[in-house]
Structure formats: C-alpha cells, structure tokens
C-alpha cells in the first residue's frame, strides 16, 4: 500500500488530474467531517476543504511513506489548514468557558441539520468531562488553533505539562467516542 | 552548539497523537522528525500506525458528508491552480538552448516558444509516467526516475525537450484520441525510459526516449497480431534524450505491441 500511496501522490504532484481526483475519492469524507468540526459555518468548511485539496496538490511532491501513511499525511495538511484559518479568524475568544464554547456556531445560529448538532453537543458534552486542564488545552489547541506555546503562556503552566494533558486529552476523548459507538 | 539529544522511545509515542494532528511547534515537530527517524523500525512502524488511526478515526467527528457539488468545485480548483502553475513555469522554456538534438529529422526553429501549461503538464506527466513504470522495478528504480526527472528538469534537458516537444508534438498530446504507452525494460542494465505516442486519425507518431546512451543505434519497430514485426525507424544517440516524429504509418496504428531493439535485435524497451 505504501508504495501504491506514494506513486499516487507522485501523480498528483506532477498534476495528473485523475489522480487528483483519485485522492479525492479517497479522502473526501474524512477532511469534509473534520472542516466541519473545526469551522464555524458549512460554507467555511467547503471554502477549506477546496483549499485542502490545493494544498495537498501543492504539497504532494514531500509526502515521505517512510515518515507518515497516507491518511496521517492528509489529515495533518488538512488540520494545519484548519488551524491556520482559526488563527486569521477574528472571532476567538480569549477565553470560554465549555458550557459557552459554541463549536461551529460560534455565536451564530446553529446549523441545521440535527445529526450535526447532535454530533457536536456529545464532542461538548464528552470534552466537559474531562479534567480541567485536559479540557481547557483541548479546547484552545485543538479547537481554537492556539500554539502549544501560546496555551502554556495563557495557562502560566509549563510546556511539559500542556503537552501531556493535551495528549492525554486526546486519548481520553477517542477511548469515549470510540466506546460510545461500539456500545 | 550541540543538537538537542534525540526523544526517548516513551516520548515518541506519547507525542504521537500531537504529531499526527500537527499540534507540536516547529521546534518541537523537527526535533519529533528527527527522533523518529533515529528510533528502532519497530518503533517507528507503531508510531506510524498510531497516527494512521488517529487520523482515520471518524468517531468524534461529525456525521455531516460532502455535496457532489463540492466534489466538481474541488476539483475544478486543483485543475485551476495547476494550469496556473503551469503557465508561470513557461518562461523555463528559454533557458539552455545551446545543446544540440541527435535526431534523423531536422530540429524544429529554435526560440522561446509559447508553450502552454497543458505542454508543461504533459511534459511532467510524462516523467511521471516513466517514473511509474519504473517505480515497479523497486527502491534502485525508483533512485533512477528521481534521477531522469532530474536529468529532464536541468536546464541542457530543458532545451532539448523544448525543441523537441515542439507545437508538433504538443498537437499529439491535445487531441483527445492521442494514445501513450509507455515502454518497460526488457533487457538487463537497461535504463533508458520511452514513451511512444500515437495518432490513429493520421497514422502518425511520436517517439520520445530519456536517458539514453549516448553512441548507440537503435531501431523502433512495431510487433502486429500476427505476430509479424515491422520496422518502423532507426535511430542512433548522441545525447541523452531523443524524440522525433513518424509520418504515414497507419497500419502499424494496430500493432499490438512496440519495441525498441539494438544493432543485435535484442529488444531493449517494449510496451505492454
């Protein structure tokens, strides 16, 4: 496979299109579900997803399988992207407190679409379960696209320190999603 | 001063989730990059299946799935943004005409041509293409497509391609019943790579071979279903990349296969 996945992206670095179009077949849905967790509105989650796919063709020709998987290389362009957008984002707040975070909405109506709220209200409900610190890094790392560093700074809590909870956040958040829906 | 001593194993594993959603700083990342790679296989192939679940992990995400009409947008933009990119690499196409072509036929005039992005884009595809071939062969082939598409992209090759990819063979690769095969090696030590590109509305071709030997004769010939073969134009090398265009060859449109064979007939290139 890896070696398959590396002649794909060969392909798409050297624009073939159809292999373009391949990549997108392969990934469409994973890098869609995640723009829309991360961006406020559909809309800015399709204008991202197009941007993704630029992105991944620009950057197709670095893709090592020796250091990442496919889908690792893809989703990581792809929540770099994400991030960068939160980052140019004017509406952050400095701080939110996890019963106020509004994910996607972001101050504006909900969407539509119960799936969707549902599947944000649970992110919410399991993120608000976590250990203070685990959850206040996730929240500005992992949703709102603050720097490692930056989170450490606000939290005037060791670099070390951030880093595990953030970690350990993360794997607590996957254990309960993935329990959830086994169960 | 000295360079950060690499992560421990206990590390690395811990900081793979953050590597793999691209929350580690810059620092941190290379610093990651570089204890990965001093780190036993057997380590770096856990890592590497952590993160690929991770990143395929859709349980936290939303249920939402993309329109088909983000699917055609999509795309469109890639094409966009790739004939963009293209266009901007034309003014390349002025750069290392000194060398001369080893070809039967006369050069094409020699000049900055209007090269379109969809030439440069052919003109990739077709390094690409041979890479492929190629990359089947395993890591020392995949070491020589770097090195042809090296070799293709330093400015002599440029040169010579650009003459030879001249608005002729551009028409080749426009029209939408052009047909490539690309040749695979069928002799040991072999490692020229060639494509052939065939026009059956007017029984024309075009032969283009990289990294070729220089000094060698070398015929093209077409093997028909009955097994027959027909020679179709012998040529010798004087540098490394050759093309020239076949005229009025309408029956060898059908051949099953093309080879390309030394002064002895042994066949060094043939297509599937």
Not at chain 2, 153 to 162: A, S
């Amino acid at each position: 496979m890896s070696q398959q996945d590396w002649l794909l992206m060969r392909r798409v670095a050297a624009g073939d299109e159809q292999a373009v179009e391949e990549l997108y077949n392969r990934f469409e849905t994973l890098v869609y579900k995640v723009a829309r967790q991360l961006m406020p509105t559909k809309a800015d989650a399709d204008d991202a997803v197009q941007d993704i796919f630029v992105r991944l063709w620009r950057t197709a020709d670095r893709y090592d399988p020796r250091r990442a998987k496919l889908v690792t290389w893809v989703m990581l362009i792809a929540r770099r992207h994400l991030i960068d957008r939160l980052r140019r984002s004017a509406v952050r707040p400095a701080e939110m407190a996890t019963d106020t975070f509004a994910g996607p909405g972001r101050g504006e109506p909900p969407e539509s679409g119960s799936q969707h709220d549902e599947r944000n209200a649970q992110l919410h409900r399991r993120i608000a379960e976590l250990p203070e610190l685990q959850r206040t890094v996730i929240e500005r790392a992992y949703l709102q696209g603050f720097t490692l560093r930056q989170v450490s700074e606000q939290l005037d809590a060791p670099l070390g320190t951030v880093k595990s909870a953030l970690s350990r956040g993360l794997m607590r958040l996957r254990e309960r999603a993935s329990a959830d829906w086994a169960g | 001063m000295t360079s950060p001593k690499p992560m421990r194993i206990e590390e690395l594993l811990e900081l793979a989730a953050l590597d793999a959603y691209g929350l580690l700083d810059e620092y941190e990342a290379e610093l990651y990059t570089r204890s990965f790679h001093h780190a036993p296989v057997a380590v770096q192939d856990e890592i590497l299946r952590i993160q690929a679940a991770i990143a395929s992990d859709q349980s936290a995400l939303p249920a939402d799935l993309p329109s088909p009409e983000l699917r055609r947008r999509v795309l469109d933009a890639v094409a966009r943004a790739i004939e963009e990119d293209a266009r901007e690499l034309a003014p390349l196409a002025s750069i290392g005409q000194r060398f001369a072509i080893n070809s039967a036929h006369p050069p094409a005039a020699r000049g900055p041509l209007a090269l379109s992005g969809q030439f440069w884009r052919a003109a990739a595809l077709i390094m690409v293409g041979v890479s492929i071939v190629l990359a089947w062969f395993g890591a020392e082939a995949r070491q020589r497509a770097d090195e042809i598409s090296r070799l293709a992209l330093q400015n002599n090759t440029l040169g010579q391609l650009e003459v030879l990819l001249d608005p002729t063979f551009k028409q080749y690769i426009a029209k939408p019943n052009c047909r490539q095969h690309l040749f695979t090696n069928r002799a040991a030590g072999t490692t020229m790579l060639a494509a052939v590109y065939l026009d059956p509305a007017d029984g024309s071709a075009f032969l283009l071979v990289l990294g070729a030997p220089t000094g060698v004769n070398y015929t093209l010939r077409a093997v028909m279903d009955d097994g027959t073969t027909e020679s179709i134009e012998s040529f010798a090398t004087s540098t490394s990349v050759v093309g020239f265009r076949i005229e009025n060859k309408a029956r060898i449109m059908t051949a099953v296969h093309w080879e390309i064979v030394d002064a002895d007939q042994r066949v060094v290139l043939r297509t599937a």
